[in-house]
């Protein structure tokens, strides 16, 4: 079971990034995005439910982020808007067995992470 995550990059305050997860070897019934800050926890950003496309938002996401998956090609990707300087962190997504949770703990599956990083 692996997943992927890639789309990070430098970008504006201001500006949109695209992040993408593959995921492989199995299907999750959720998958999620987290984030972490130098210094920070890691925390949730989005997650989505495989069957019934049910989506939970952070609420510093809420209204800039859209999380959406392709359940052909076994990906998830975050559509991010609007962004902020307070948006740098590493981006990893994780995929679980069951409803989508924004507890860190409750995924079991993660990705390497990907850079995002947004300049004043």
């Known amino acids: 079971v692996q997943l992927q995550a890639f789309g990070g990059g430098l970008v504006q305050a201001g500006g949109s990034l695209r992040l993408s997860c593959a995921a492989s070897?199995?299907?999750?019934?959720?998958m999620g995005w987290f984030r972490q800050a130098p210094g920070k926890e890691r925390e949730f950003v989005a997650g989505i439910n495989h069957r019934d496309g049910h989506t939970d938002y952070a609420d510093s996401a809420k209204g800039r982020f859209t999380i959406f998956r392709d359940n052909a090609k076994n990906t998830v990707y975050l559509q991010m808007n609007s962004l902020k300087p307070e948006d740098t962190a590493v981006y990893y997504c994780?995929?679980?067995?069951?409803?989508?949770?924004?507890?860190?703990?409750?995924?079991?599956?993660w990705g390497q992470g990907t850079l995002v990083t947004v300049s004043s």
């Open positions: 070897g199995r299907t999750f019934y959720a």
């Open positions: 994780a995929g679980r067995p069951y409803y989508t949770s924004s507890q860190t703990r409750q995924y079991g599956y």
